[in-house]
């Protein structure tokens, strides 16, 4: 063992990582896992959901595994009674203000969790009508559960562009534009990033939001191939979902040293072109040799 | 450069560099993801300046804008070295083990004092010197580039011009210092390397050496010819002579993307027989006599691609291509057994591991390993190999392993070859934006909210001289032809300076106006530069 290593107990079980790890990437390395909502490999810990919350025994308050470095010497515990019983208000709270029907790990959280929102008053002032602007995705706030990973890719963790941020406080907290403006009239780029992180499909394709309004969104029936980019030279992995032969939305591995899961709006958006007919030669054709223009 | 036909460094680095000098290049818009990289080297303390005629997205991330005329490049280099010179920052350790010609070098940029940079290239004194310094003295430093420098008359000076700035400062061979050329198109690296160049076999090795293609000779039982072929721009010469009469086309759409590009499409209208093998029916395919219907590479077949970090990489098939569209490979393989060819069917991998066999920076690189590593970097020569992050190591070893040093170029400031006159005062220069793409037949497809056609950006003071209005449809003219085009006024612009996309070509048919002066290392045309007049256009000419 090194100096720059440190020792710390996780649920029972000896765990020696470098110093400024956390305890969330400690777990891991010892496969305990344990939930997370706002956190993403390729963005900076905010802290904001709470749900990784673990007890330390040199802490009074329930502390963020995902941000928390170990300490040497402590002793975690992940999934103790009074852990599970504050994961699971969480997860009732978010679920009394938010529609978390579209995503599957909070929906496998809550099972696991027991968590019965129907204690709370359901929240109706949260149900937008989904804000269809644009071709390429859809922002439908009702499912948005302010983790803030879409505000951080469009910032200062991936994008720079800045183009939303969190407006009003309180109840009325959400993610908006400048003084709430569509969002072809800002500074967004259509880079999609921020639906690569979005957690609960607020934000998702045009693609996907089209087929799950007719009913044919199958992710049953899909696959999902990494390929590269066809555009520019800087050779940008991409994930292709498909279904029934057509590409239905595209993300990008976060651990990918090229493109730390974010892409630009060519790479995430500009492969209609494979799959529009009118683009593509009729097969071995003979043409007349003169062309008047 | 100095012997290999790749970028130095893994894109990575730029995010431990201290200081960027992207030259030529708007990444932001042209390379967004790369520039990614870049954004977190500025947010970890990194400096960067910007050399660009424009403004750009790119420049706007930068401590300073060199704000140069166009096709100064050479002058302000040269410069920038001399003052390096002077001001005794260079590397002498470095210069007298890993270089030469460093006298004669220093004696030739003596001329390329401040004042004169000043005067030639329109950027401040103090900031070429402040550029100068702040490249020589940082621990680490990268110089990016894309076609601001090579897509003129004397694009491979530009970049020796570059090369030479890096020789002087020993900012290349290691972690975190290098040259990086962004390469534009998501192959063009791997196009290069498979030897789709006209002096080259697969793998960089030379078409005029004698060992080299006695290896492809054994392999493939067959004579191949000894001599360089032509390069794009030397094939159209060919066919203006009536030299060269049949044409078979890959991928490209030369017929919208030509610089002088009315005098390319009658040269094809000329041709006794023209192929395009294409995904698209693009406007060289309606030139063709065949068309032969390809799948599209990165999404309906297997194989792999290069990007500008020289990493191989796999592409998949995802999607069943439609009826009677086939695989390039296929396509290619059928034709040379028509043609009498005795090749047996292969499968890609068969083929890339035919490739591996003889060409030895791709040795090393089986499809199980690529797939292992999110892809490998060239070199790899063996299986246990784990691929180069950076190039030109041997620069810092004692004896340079064997290679030559690496030798300073004597490169002269010309300028564009179309200088301003009063008939064509005003300099057009031409880029890529964000969201479209090269000539538009793969980006024209999907709706983007932020595309806005082939405008005409104009600066605010030409705008006032002209009486032109934003938005406002103008008669553009160069000596060879002329479009119409809708002015768009830019608070940004430099005065004299004109600037469009080449995305657009059906809505402008823009390369009518570029200048086909190309460079003879090169083969590019000069794009960047050509000289336009604007017109105001009365009630009648209005369309």
Redesign the interface.
Known sequence: MTEQNISLTIDGQAVTVPKETTILEAARSVGIDIPTLCWAENLTPVNVCRLCVVEADNSKALVPACSRACDAGSNIETNNERVTKNRRMVLELLDSANDLSQSEELQDLMANYEADSSRYSDNLAAHDEPKV????FIRAYDRCVLCYKCVQACG?E???TFAIAIANRGFDARVSTEHDIP??ESAC???GNCIGVCPTNALQFKTEFDLRSAANWRPEDQ?V?????????????LE?H?QD???VKVTSPAD?????G??????R?????????V?????????D???DD | MFGAGGGTSSYCEVEETEFVLLWGSNARAAHPIYFHHVLKGIRSGASMFAVDPRYTDSAKFADAWLGLNVGTDIALANAIAREIIVSGLYDAEFISRSTSGFAEFAEHVDAYDLAYAERITGVDAGVIRETAHRYATAKTAQILWTLGITEHHNGVENVLSLCNLALLTGHVGRWGSGLVPLRGQNNVQGGGDMGALPNKLPGFQDVDDDRARAKFEALYQTTLNPEPGLHLTLMFEAMSRGELKALYVIGENPADSEADVLRARALLQDLDFLIVQDIFMTKTARYADVVLPASVGWVEADGTVTSSERRVQRVRAALVPPKGARADHEIIGDLAMRLGATWQAQTPEELWDELRSISPMHAGMSYARLEENNGLQWPCPDLDHPGTPFLHGWLWEEGLSGHDPAPFSLTTHEGPKETLSEEFPIRLTTGRVLDSYNTGVQSRAYKSPLRKGADLEISTVDALELGLQNGEEVLVLSPRGQVKMLVSIQKDQVKGLAFTTFHFPDLVDLNVLTNDEWDPLSGTAEFKAAAIRIEKLTGNDRA
Do not use: M
Request: charged share 15%; hydrophobic share 35%.
């Open positions: 602007e644009d071709d390429l200062e991936a994008q720079f969002l072809p780029v259509y880079c696959e191939t990494e390929t590269i980019c066809s555009y520019c030279g800087v050779g940008c992995t292709l498909t032969n057509e590409i990918h040293s090229v493109t730390s974010h892409l630009c709006v060519k790479g958006f500009g492969w209609e072109y494979v799959q529009a007919p683009y593509r030669p009729p097969s071995a054709i003979q043409t040799a003169a062309v």
